[in-house]
Every structure is written in structure tokens, then in C-alpha cells.
């Protein structure tokens, strides 16, 4: 078998979208000849945590962490937790811009020595082939980087965001993002092979100099998701919205929409369950009975409860107006075979990718009262027997064992 170094600053117990990826890939690489091993943070904690995420692991599997000192690891020493220090989206901004004037590439920049030094011990005692690493954080590639230089091993970079042209990004200065961009183009011309979850993230590393690249979305686990259930059968139109809510997800609109149509039409039987762990203010401005709060739930329950519902809403925010952007909740909606709800920005590669699955709506998060329609259009076919699942042909397209077979065609291709 031949072995890739995986480089990446989330690794479970920690729960994010990067984290996922990574271990599927790890879980579905063995089936193509390829080993794993792992080097991830130490000292890090971090609000998602999901212990079953591991369960997915080999049990064999080699796992390395270098000590990374960032906020999230001091401020429990100082017995203090995030929410406490950053209780809204402009306390974030500014923290972000305070350890962005000091820490580049990124707040994950002091993890670079350790980890550097620890990935060149593992290429030559694990024997490994190839050096892998995702962002965020831009640190992984940087250690990916000076590792592959130092060892001679060819290295691909995988892009879950976009960074320099990144509107999102916490620049303190316009120096700071010149010196971005600089940094990341030496970065993708240093690089064997670069990866993006979608076309626009791609586009924008060949513009800056990738030589070789490729688009690997995210996708959905089959094992977690071997088929399509039926629809439930309910009295209740039950709409599920799983994942995080951030300044980019920003599902108020849609919430807001909800609530007005419940005032409007009292009548209509629906129910909005919401699987995470919200902003207080949420629960607050939005209530039962009409919103169910649910709390963050781990991984391995979540096919079932995406299953107990009959549509699945994506948000994201009307300022992420943007080609590149996309939420990675969209492709488990995908292995339920629900309908899906998107009520993002036209032009974003979310958009793109719920209106090539068919049997789902799209409606701008601008549109108040087109999202009031487009629920009300949603409740008449259910009403009339008219909604339907996703297409099969369309679904399979997202498996992530057939997925995970790209990738090892491309550490294949790199190693020659």
C-alpha cells in the first residue's frame, strides 16, 4: 500500500465540514491502495465536537499532533470560553481582525514550526509518498509546502474556501491582503496538484498559477446513507435544517419567512425542526411550535433525522453573492434524497448545484416575500401528493467512495 500524509488542523473529536471530509477520504482511500496518516493539532478545543466521527477511522490508523497555540486553546487555561469573549458576529470581526494585524497567514500561523518539524520526522519514518493537507486553515498548505521542499515528496493542496479574493476574509490592511495573495501564489505554484470542492475555487488557483488541478466536491457517505426512504407520513409539512449558523448561513430570512406565513395562514400545519446549536437569539425570536430546537447532533444520527422530513433548507447570507460559495450541509441533504430548499444568492455554486439536482426550489435570500411564495408552493404539493424525492442518477453522482476514487487516481498521477 502506498502512503499519503494527511495535514489537516481539524481532526476529530472535532466536528467541522473539513474534518469530515478528511476522514472519508481516509475511510474510502484504503479500497484504491493507499494508506493514510495523520498529522492534526494538539491543544486545540472547539464547540463541534462529535466523538462518533472517529468510529469511521482504521483502527490502525497513525495519528500525529503538533502543539498549535491560538485562542481557542489559551482561553480555556484561562478558564474562560469563546462565547464569553465573543458573544455576536462583530465581536468575531474584531477579535479576527486583532490576530489577523499579528498572525499570517491566518490565527493558526504558530502551528507552522511545530507541525513542519513533526511532518518531516513522518515522511521518513512512515514512508509516505505524498503530502496532502486542506484549508481553511491557509497554515495547513504552508506546512504542506515547506514539508514537501525539504523531503523532495510531491504535495497536493485541497481548497474547501477561497482565500485572497476571499470577501468573507478578515484583512486588517490592504497590505495584509497584497501579502495574502503573494503568499498563496507562491503557495499553488509550489504545489504538485491543487483541489477545490467546486469550479470558481479552481479557477481562481489557476489564475494565480496552479499547474495541474481538478475539482473534488464534498458528498455524502453511502454507508451512512445506503438508499432513499419514503417520505414520512406526517400531518405536519416538516421542514429539517441541519448544520451550523454562521454570518454565512444566515438562515433568518428564511425563518422570518416561516413565521410570517404561520401569522398569514394559521391554518397550515408546518413544522421547522433545526439541528444546531444557535445563537441565543434565536431561539428566542423564532419558538415553538412552529420551530423545533434540536441541538447540535452527532454525525451518525443525522441520516435518520434529514430522513424524518420532507424538505431540507440551505441558506446562505445576500452578501455571499460570490461564485465559490457553497455550504457542505447540501450533499448530506443529497444522500437523504430530499427535496431541497435553497434559498441562497443566484450565481453562487450553491445555487449551481441545487438547480442541477431537479425536484428542488430556489429562491434569493433578498426576496422576502418570494420565500413566503416558495413555502407556500412547497406546502400545495406536498398537500397534493406532488413533491418529489431527488433522482437517483443525480444522487449518485455525490458518493463519496466514488468521490474518493478521484483523489487517488490524483496521488496516483503525482508520484508518477
Do not use: C
Amino acid at each position: 500500500m502506498k502512503k499519503v500524509l494527511m495535514i489537516l488542523y481539524y481532526f476529530p473529536p472535532i466536528g467541522l465540514a473539513g474534518s469530515v471530509r478528511v476522514v472519508k477520504f481516509i475511510k474510502y482511500l484504503r479500497f484504491y491502495g493507499w494508506d493514510s496518516v495523520v498529522l492534526t493539532s494538539r491543544g486545540v478545543k472547539h464547540t463541534f465536537e462529535d466523538q462518533g466521527l472517529a468510529d469511521d477511522l482504521p483502527k490502525n490508523l497513525k495519528v500525529f499532533r503538533a502543539l498549535s497555540i491560538e485562542h481557542d486553546s489559551i482561553l480555556p487555561l484561562l478558564g474562560l470560553h469563546r462565547s464569553t469573549v465573543v458573544s455576536n458576529e462583530e465581536g468575531r470581526r474584531k477579535l479576527a481582525r486583532l490576530e489577523n494585524f499579528f498572525m499570517i497567514p491566518d490565527s493558526k500561523a504558530l502551528w507552522f514550526y511545530p507541525a513542519v518539524l513533526k511532518a518531516i520526522k513522518i515522511v521518513k519514518n512512515e514512508g509516505i509518498d505524498v503530502i496532502f493537507s486542506t484549508s481553511p486553515p491557509l497554515t495547513a498548505h504552508m506546512i504542506a509546502i515547506a514539508a514537501g521542499r525539504l523531503t523532495g515528496k510531491p504535495v497536493v493542496l485541497d481548497y474547501r474556501d477561497a482565500w485572497y479574493e476571499n470577501p468573507f476574509g478578515i484583512f486588517p490592511t490592504t497590505i495584509h491582503q497584497k501579502l495574502l495573495k503573494g503568499l498563496e501564489k507562491l503557495l499553488v505554484t509550489r504545489a504538485d496538484f491543487i483541489i477545490g470542492v467546486n469550479r470558481a475555487i479552481v479557477d481562481g488557483r489557476r489564475a494565480i498559477g496552479a499547474k495541474r488541478s481538478a475539482v473534488i466536491p464534498h458528498g455524502f457517505d453511502p454507508e451512512e446513507f445506503p438508499g432513499v426512504k419514503d417520505f414520512p407520513v406526517s400531518d405536519k409539512l416538516i421542514f429539517a435544517y441541519a448544520g451550523s449558523i454562521t454570518y454565512i448561513t444566515n438562515p433568518e430570512p428564511l425563518f422570518e419567512a416561516f413565521s410570517t406565513l404561520a401569522k398569514e395562514n394559521s391554518s397550515l400545519k408546518i413544522e421547522v425542526r433545526v439541528y444546531s446549536n444557535p445563537p441565543e437569539v434565536y431561539r428566542k425570536k423564532f419558538k415553538a411550535p412552529l420551530f423545533r430546537w434540536e441541538g447540535f447532533v452527532p454525525r451518525k444520527e443525522i441520516p435518520e433525522r434529514l430522513a424524518s422530513a420532507h424538505v431540507l433548507p440551505a441558506t446562505i447570507d445576500k452578501r455571499a453573492r460570490y461564485p465559490y460559495i457553497s455550504t457542505s450541509k447540501i450533499y448530506d441533504y443529497i444522500g437523504a434524497g430530499r427535496p431541497i430548499l435553497g434559498v441562497v444568492p443566484r450565481g453562487t455554486d450553491a445555487w449551481r448545484e441545487i438547480e442541477g439536482l431537479g425536484n428542488s426550489f430556489l429562491v434569493e435570500p433578498d426576496e422576502p416575500r418570494e420565500i413566503v411564495k416558495k413555502i407556500l408552493e412547497i406546502y400545495r404539493l406536498w398537500k397534493s401528493g406532488g413533491l418529489k424525492l431527488l433522482k437517483e442518477e443525480k444522487r449518485k453522482l455525490f458518493d463519496r467512495k466514488r468521490i474518493t476514487a478521484q483523489l487517488a487516481e490524483i496521488l496516483n498521477e503525482v508520484i508518477g
